[in-house]
Structures are given as structure tokens and as C-alpha cells.
């Protein structure tokens, strides 16, 4: 199996490394479909005082979205069993992980997201005929975010 980088030009790479592992990103190869970017939502707290004839009010932290994407899945490539036994991991220290999206033109510091999260949901398969095994990945983001070289949040 050919061990290719995503048509599309935006890579995903993870921190593979026994904790504490910290900037060290490999490249997860054979991506396939839609790649995820930052997404996420802001909640909405009205704040309009009695009497006033206009809404106000403020909104929230940001609550990032899960991000999933597909691959297919090489047992013996190291990448793909790392997140694996990240997934499979009995603590929570050897199951969170560092992630970088970078977009089509991403560098460090451009069109580049780094979070920490955990996978939460591993979906494997062997679609009939297709003589390929593919993995559907969802990781759940929490703490930190730097995004194009700027942190967000306080917590480490």
C-alpha cells in the first residue's frame, strides 16, 4: 500500500511520542475525503435589561467541534498503530495527544491549528470489494489551541 499524502494538499499530523510529548508531529498519511478545519460555537447569553426596546447581550467561550477523518488504515505503518494505541490506551496521559491541521498553504504559524484532544471514537472496516481497510477517526478537543502562532486559552 502506497502511503500517500492527502490530494488536497492539507495534512493532519499527530504527537505520537509516550507522554509528555511536545511538538513533535508526524504526518498521518492516507487521508481520504474532506479534511477538518477549526470549528466550533460561541453560546449566546441575553443580557437585555427590563424596559429597553433592543436585545444585547454576550457570548461565550468558544466550544470547539469534534473533528473525524478517514484513512485508510496500513497495520504495519507505525503513524497508524500509534493512533490506535493512543484510542486503545487504559490513562488518560497516554491517551491525549498533540494535533496539527495545517490547510493547503499551512506552515508554522499560517493556516495552521495545533490542539490537544483524545480519540474518541475509532470506527473501523473493510468495505466489500474495495480490497482496503479504512478507519473513521473522531477526536474531541480540550485545553489549549494555537492557532496561526497565537494561544488561546490559559490552561496547559
Not at 64 to 89: K, Q, V
Not at 126 to 150: C, H, M, N, Y
Amino acid at each position: 500500500m502506497s502511503l500517500a499524502q492527502s490530494g488536497h494538499n492539507s495534512v493532519i499530523a499527530v504527537e505520537l511520542g509516550l507522554p509528555p510529548v511536545m511538538g513533535t508531529f508526524t504526518a498521518i498519511p492516507e487521508l481520504r475525503g474532506d479534511l477538518p478545519g477549526l470549528s466550533g460555537t460561541r453560546d449566546f447569553t441575553e443580557g437585555t435589561p427590563h424596559g429597553e426596546d433592543i436585545d444585547s447581550g454576550v457570548t461565550g467561550p468558544i466550544k470547539r467541534d469534534e473533528s473525524s477523518f478517514s484513512l485508510n488504515y496500513d497495520p504495519t505503518n507505525a503513524t497508524h498503530t500509534g493512533m490506535r494505541a493512543a484510542w486503545l490506551a487504559t490513562t488518560v496521559a497516554n491517551r491525549r495527544r498533540g494535533w496539527r491541521f495545517w490547510g493547503p498553504n499551512g506552515a508554522p504559524g499560517v493556516d495552521e491549528v495545533i490542539q490537544s484532544g483524545e480519540i474518541v471514537a475509532w470506527k473501523d472496516s473493510s468495505p466489500e470489494g474495495a480490497g482496503i481497510r479504512t478507519v473513521s477517526i473522531t477526536v474531541r478537543f480540550s485545553k489549549q489551541a494555537k492557532v496561526d502562532g497565537l494561544v488561546y486559552g490559559t490552561s496547559a
